[in-house]
């Protein structure tokens, strides 16, 4: 791996300029396959055979068999696999679906822009009578809409090791992988002598910022997927490389690149071009910088020649590739003719937790072919809608059911997400909170898990700091890069001039340079937005010295930390503030937190005098009894005890001429305490925690 990405910087080095103007990353088949052959010289052989065998059959193809498929589409099932860490990168079913109609477009010479092509071009530009198509049968006959996703930390690699997560046979699926990384460029595809030889490979690698033209990519980066499929039917950069045995890769702009050759009769001699110079002559003649085999990101047109040998790579059985479009693969994988399967209702939504008073829009997605549907919403303000996108309000708090009945002509199908809404309440009714995680499902009343359906995610754990349960990550057997995040439902903090959050925690590395950390995030729009005030990185956030390479669980007091959090901004003291622990991992050990402490300041002890050592409570813990030991300037003083919450449990308790006095805590809950000590004259105060125990 660190092979790989040496060659791919010393590559992207080559496009600084353009890739600084332009934001875009660089195409990396060649230095996948010049590492394939120095790193794995085992598929060496293997490979050129393969590569000799299409090059023959190519050869013969175009000059016997070019016109007989005139017309007549190719079409290829292709499943996109997206891999993600609930990042950005978990891009959106639409843009999935956009990105299959820019293939098409481009393949198919339906793209507006062709009318740009430049007059010399204009004669051999070409439909390439290919279309890639979403599956609709998966290897086992169910029901699909040719997507799938998968939870890995390798997102952020997206080498070849992705396609070890996940891999549809590659004889009747293109596989796409999209990741957040794609080995540090683009896009990535093994050309089909080197598929044919590591078939576990078969695909291609994109970065997700360059699929389609919507969500988190954008126009200019449309023509990337295209470039890669091309790669994927056996073609070569407009500027040729290669030419195997012995595998090389020719960078872009090299002057020595006018020696070379694409395998193509039609497409010109060129160095390739990293910007869009519609007049560059870098070989003598007019260059095709409008190729989509080029680096341009002007591409518009494929030629004659590269279609029929596109074609050649269909129709030979290296790699499969000639099973792909067969009649019997299209309908194993459910893409014959304009056939619909409608086989599963679904619907989407922009949000599943919210406050009261706001509005869900729900999408139907469901699959294939729906022009009929049926929505119930319970506790929404529409009942019923046979709309394809809806809005909802929910006034009331609780957990809603949402149903869908999906149907064409000839057939209907049904879904029902159970307690799929939850509605919290806004504005909040208490100002304060205080949580041991000892209540079952806690997180039902109190707290929202984020991303629930993650494994490893914040569950309570029968390991607590002076209790029996926390709120735990596993992240010891979690994947590295992933976040893990509960927030709390609302509550009212409109009254407070400062808001504490105290809490315990406890964790371990698994080596030194683990960079795990955990923030305290807030938010005064219910969600929608977050705001960081505390980030614990993995230094102060361990709270044992020793590096563990087992499991770590808490097992005495001094294996814990406490952490305290300020907020006294006023627009962020609202009447419904959530407040939310983020944990991101980066494959330390278990992280631990317990006895959440959130109320005013004053009320939980913000300004505690822990270091002032003439004031003592022992024991402490204590259970039934404490003993207060204080200076003499507290004598007629009086003593009030706080639970977190700010309640008075014990009010103005005189502290007598010893100084020196049991305290009855028999009838006070196990939780953290306050004691506030003030003199006669309230002129000095001392605030002290208590944790009482049964």
């Avoid at 293997?46 to 175009?62: D, H, R, W």
């Avoid at 560059?280 to 409008?290: E, I, R």
Wanted: hydrophobic share 35%.
């Amino acid at each position: 791996m660190k092979h790989l990405l040496l060659l791919s910087t010393l590559f992207i080095a080559t496009f600084n300029i353009f890739a600084q103007q332009n934001e875009v990353f660089p195409c990396g088949t060649d230095e996948m396959h010049h590492e394939l052959f120095e790193k794995h010289p085992q598929y060496n052989e293997g490979v050129i055979l393969a590569n000799e065998e299409l090059e023959s059959f190519t050869e013969s193809y175009i000059e016997n068999y070019a016109n007989l498929r005139s017309g007549n589409p190719y079409i290829i099932p292709v499943v996109f696999h997206i891999i993600h860490d609930n990042g950005s990168g978990n891009i959106n079913d639409d843009q999935i679906y956009d990105a299959v109609e820019q293939v098409n477009l481009q393949f198919r010479k339906l793209n507006a822009d062709t009318t740009d092509i430049v007059q010399d071009f204009e004669s051999i530009a070409t439909d390439a009578e290919i279309e890639i198509r979403l599956a609709q049968l998966d290897p086992d006959g169910n029901c699909t809409n040719g997507i799938t996703r998968t939870l890995s930390d390798l997102t952020n690699i997206g080498d070849h090791q992705v396609k070890s997560l996940i891999q549809w046979p590659p004889d009747q699926y293109l596989n796409v992988y999209v990741c957040n990384q794609a080995a540090g460029l683009a896009g990535h595809a093994l050309l089909p002598a080197a598929a044919d030889t590591i078939p576990e490979w078969d695909g291609i690698v994109m970065q997700h910022t360059y699929i389609g033209t919507i969500g988190t990519s954008d126009f200019f980066r449309r023509t990337v997927l295209t470039h890669e499929i091309g790669h994927y039917l056996n073609l070569q950069h407009i500027w040729g490389g290669n030419n195997v045995p012995n595998y090389y890769y020719l960078p872009v702009g090299n002057a020595n690149n006018c020696t070379e050759d694409d395998g193509v009769a039609d497409t010109p001699e060129t160095i390739g071009w990293q910007s869009c110079n519609l007049s560059g002559t870098s070989c003598g003649t007019l260059d095709n910088v409008q190729n989509y085999m080029d680096y341009s990101y002007c591409a518009r047109m494929f030629t004659e020649g590269q279609k029929m040998r596109m074609h050649a790579a269909l129709n030979a059985s290296v790699a499969s590739r000639d099973n792909l479009w067969s009649n019997t693969n299209l309908i194993a994988t459910g893409t014959t003719g304009d056939t619909n399967y409608l086989c599963k209702a679904h619907f989407i939504s922009d949000k599943r937790v919210l406050c009261s008073g706001e509005t869900v829009t729900f999408k139907d997605i469901s699959y294939h072919g729906t022009n009929q549907r049926t929505w119930s919403f319970d506790g929404g303000d529409i009942t019923t809608s046979n709309d394809s996108i809806v809005q909802v309000t929910y006034n009331t708090p609780g957990e809603y059911d949402v149903s869908l009945n999906a149907g064409n002509s000839s057939n209907s199908v049904d879904t029902t997400a159970v307690s799929y809404i939850q509605v919290m309440e806004s504005p909040g009714t208490t100002n304060g909170l205080h949580e041991t995680f000892e209540i079952p499902l806690v997180t039902k009343s109190r707290w929202v898990v984020e991303n629930s359906e993650v494994p490893n995610n914040w569950t309570q754990m029968s390991s607590g700091f002076n209790s029996n349960n926390s709120f735990f990550v596993d992240n010891f057997n979690g994947e590295k890069g992933l976040a893990y995040a509960f927030h709390s439902y609302p509550f009212d903090a409109s009254g407070m001039s400062e808001l504490a959050i105290y809490f315990d925690y406890a964790f371990a590395k698994t080596a030194s340079d683990n960079t795990d950390l955990l923030k305290v995030e807030i938010s005064n729009d219910c969600g929608n937005s977050w705001v960081t005030r505390r980030i614990l990185t993995t230094n102060s956030l361990e709270s044992i010295s020793d590096t563990l390479t087992t499991p770590f669980f808490p097992t005495s007091d001094n294996e814990w930390k406490e952490e305290d959090v300020s907020i006294s901004t006023q627009s962020y003291l609202v009447d419904d503030l959530l407040i939310r622990f983020l944990f991101e991992s980066d494959e330390g050990n278990n992280i631990f937190i317990d006895n959440i402490r959130i109320s005013s300041s004053e009320n939980v002890g913000m300004k505690l005098n822990e270091s002032n050592s003439e004031i003592q409570l022992f024991p402490n813990p204590a259970k039934n009894m404490v003993r207060l030991v204080s200076n003499s300037q507290f004598k007629g003083g009086s003593i009030s005890i706080f639970d977190a919450f700010g309640n008075s449990v014990l009010s103005k308790m005189k502290i007598n001429d010893t100084t020196d006095q049991m305290i009855d805590l028999s009838d006070l809950a196990q939780g953290h305490y306050f004691v506030h000590l003030e003199n006669s004259d309230q002129s000095s105060k001392v605030i002290k925690k208590l944790i009482v125990l049964y």
